[in-house]
């Protein structure tokens, strides 16, 4: 498998919430649909999306919403290459406190890094990830919300900001080794490698762009500044966050409930259903009394009461339904639990 320096998995979950990108993601956006001859009603208005909210760079606006305004952009515009001419002049700056997070690195080799990092933070239902290839490293974008099925606007302006933060340092002529998109190739692809100055290849697996390691050896962010930095981490952080309230409980009980039958619950694989860090999910377990494993213990316990009241399901066929490889290990728990067999609960809750 080959290595990736900063890979943290933000696959969607089920949840219906209002995290989805900070808006400052679509700094200038009503500006650059105007002097494309859009009309700022209708496009905004077909995707769902109030312009005022646009003007605070830390609210979020919901995923399908944000590729949907790109889309309906290039359609009402007329500009088909919409994302990518959006992303050409998309600065570092105007990302706000992502931009930040690269910009006030030491190096831009850590710039990347840390771009990465954050990008959960800052978007989620989203794979973000920087691979190690040897020769070059390959910064890896892909939105993975089930709801979103036009996504090509966001991918091109996605690799578009991503090239801006290293010509940000080695300058406005510098290329990519190469850029990847999953979609198919447009009708005015050649304006690709306009933008990019570079091999661009389609009906990739993942959006990405290659960086040869050896033109970011001993380059160093301009404007490093390390105590900004401790501040624009930990502000998008806790942008990333949210309260384990009594919903987001039952929610992470929903997902325990769903993937039981397939073993020990994995703690990173709940919290990244949750888009959560498993660091902040325990956390907010922590503010509720409760820990992972405890929490995984509540909801077999539920469910073992609602199986054992199904007197068609035998005590052997009820384990693996809750996780558990042989009879006798979901025996010694339940007996834990309520101080007899599962067996004898039944016999007594039936008569």
Request: proline share 7%.
């Given at each position: 498998?080959?290595?990736?320096?900063?890979?943290?998995?933000?696959?969607?979950?089920?949840?219906?919430?209002?995290?989805?990108?900070?808006?400052?993601?679509?700094?200038?956006?009503?500006?650059?649909?105007?002097?494309?001859?859009?009309?700022?009603?209708?496009?905004?208005?077909?995707?769902?999306?109030?312009?005022?909210?646009?003007?605070?760079?830390?609210?979020?606006l919901a995923l399908p919403n944000y590729c949907q305004v790109l889309e309906e952009a290039a359609r009402q515009t007329g500009c088909d290459n919409f994302g990518l001419r959006y992303g050409e002049q998309f600065k570092p700056q105007?990302?706000?406190?992502?931009?930040?997070?690269?910009?006030?690195?030491?190096?831009?080799?850590?710039?990347?890094?840390?771009?990465?990092?954050?990008?959960?933070?800052h978007q989620h239902s989203t794979l973000i990830q920087l691979v190690d290839q040897g020769e070059c490293y390959r910064f890896d974008y892909q939105v993975r919300h089930g709801a979103i099925l036009e996504k090509?606007?966001?991918?091109?302006?996605?690799?578009g900001m991503a090239m801006n933060l290293v010509r940000h340092v080695l300058?406005?002529?510098?290329?990519?080794?190469?850029?990847?998109?999953?979609?198919?190739?447009?009708?005015?692809?050649?304006?690709?490698?306009?933008?990019?100055?570079?091999?661009?290849?389609?009906?990739?697996?993942?959006?990405?762009?290659?960086?040869?390691?050896?033109?970011?050896?001993?380059?160093?962010?301009?404007?490093?500044?390390p105590v900004l930095l401790m501040l624009v981490k930990d502000a998008i952080r806790q942008l990333g966050e949210v309260d384990l309230?009594?919903?987001?409980?039952?929610?992470?009980?929903?997902?325990?409930?769903?993937?039981?039958?397939?073993?020990?619950?994995?703690?990173?694989?709940?919290?990244?259903?949750?888009?959560?860090?498993?660091?902040?999910?325990?956390?907010?377990?922590?503010?509720?009394?409760?820990?992972?494993?405890?929490?995984v213990d509540q909801t077999r316990q539920a469910l073992a009461r609602q199986y054992l009241r199904q007197p068609n399901l035998s005590i052997s066929e009820l384990a693996p339904l809750l996780g558990y490889s042989e009879t006798s290990a979901f025996s010694r728990a339940f007996k834990r639990w309520f101080g007899v067999s599962p067996r004898q609960w039944r016999q007594n809750s039936l008569n």
């Open positions: 498998m080959t290595p990736s320096l900063f890979s943290p998995a933000a696959q969607p979950g089920s949840r219906a919430n209002n995290r989805g990108v900070l808006s400052a993601a679509a700094n200038g956006l009503d500006h650059f649909i105007t002097h494309h001859g859009g009309d700022l009603d209708r496009v905004f208005g077909h995707a769902g999306i109030d312009a005022e909210q646009l003007r605070h760079p830390t609210l979020s105007a990302l706000g406190l992502l931009g930040y997070v690269g910009l006030c690195s030491a190096t831009l080799e850590e710039a990347l890094v840390n771009f990465a990092e954050a990008f959960p933070y090509r606007q966001d991918a091109e302006l996605t690799m300058g406005p002529r510098w290329a990519p080794r190469e850029v990847q998109f999953e979609h198919a190739r447009p009708m005015d692809w050649q304006e690709h490698r306009e933008v990019f100055d570079a091999p661009v290849r389609f009906d990739q697996p993942c959006n990405a762009i290659l960086i040869p390691k050896h033109e970011l050896q001993g380059k160093l962010m301009p404007g490093h500044d309230g009594p919903d987001l409980l039952e929610q992470a009980r929903q997902i325990i409930r769903t993937v039981l039958h397939q073993g020990e619950p994995v703690l990173e694989l709940i919290a990244e259903q949750l888009e959560l860090t498993d660091s902040t999910l325990q956390r907010r377990l922590r503010e509720h009394g409760l820990s992972f494993s405890q929490l």
